[in-house]
């Protein structure tokens, strides 16, 4: 198979960037493809950010060469959450059903993971993300009902929202992988503002849920050398440390965060002034 490999950007070189060019570095425009598993090997924290949809027959997560091992979990976590219709992940030949919107964390060293539909007529979409890993946790089913549920928000700001936090510590074990779905309110656009930054940790977000011709204004870049990204459904944007990563839409939307790095606090931010925005 073909992996993406995406390199680290310094700060200083992205504020000359043309759209382009901050399109080729941090935007995955492509993750779902019938019958494919779809890899991205970013550089930022060693992230692997991907999709799998499967159809008549099941998918095998593969080991491309840049993970360095002879399998894909020797030294790695995985996370998935299912943004498509109901499936199936086969994991060291035990089998579990993952339905909309339900997560599965993958410990390491866990054997063989094979993405499966239930109906190849309305598939399943497997979105992945991948972190290194230093010891082994547990394979874990996380439905939606069992995520740590937060309403955050108001809708007189444009941003009411629900967070549901699934590979979490107290909720899934994991060494570094972080995990969860934002839901926007309809009226609502805005996610993540006022903004923040985080050195310790990188991110990536996923938005779906959009209809084809809606989008997401998805700003990025130092606080006072904001840039933007127009991010269509089922798109993904990578966010190294030193970036805010905030967005508004031309409707609502749902958007999965996960992050790798050094801990996993949840409110581990630096918060960025709305008066210091440029």
Known sequence: ????????????????????????????????APGEVRLTYSHIDRLVVGGAMPGEGGLALPTPKAVGTDHFLARRELGTINVGGPGRVRVGGAVHAVGPRDALYVGKDAGEVVFESDDPENPAKFYLVSTPAHAAH????????????????????????????????GICDSCQLVMGLTQLEPGSMWNTMPCHTHDRRSEVYLYFDLDPNARVLHLMGEPTQTRHLVVASEQAVLSPGWSIHSGVGTSHYAFIWAMGGDNQDYTDMDMVAMSDLR
């Open 1 to 32: 198979m073909d992996i993406e490999i995406r390199q680290v950007a310094h700060p200083e070189a992205v504020r000359g960037f043309d759209t382009e060019t901050l399109r080729r570095h941090f935007l995955i425009e492509r993750l779902f």
């Open 138 to 169: 547990p394979t874990v089913t996380i439905p939606a009902e069992r995520a740590k549920r937060m309403e955050v928000g108001d809708q007189a700001t444009s941003n009411r929202r629900t967070i549901r936090q699934y590979i979490l510590p």
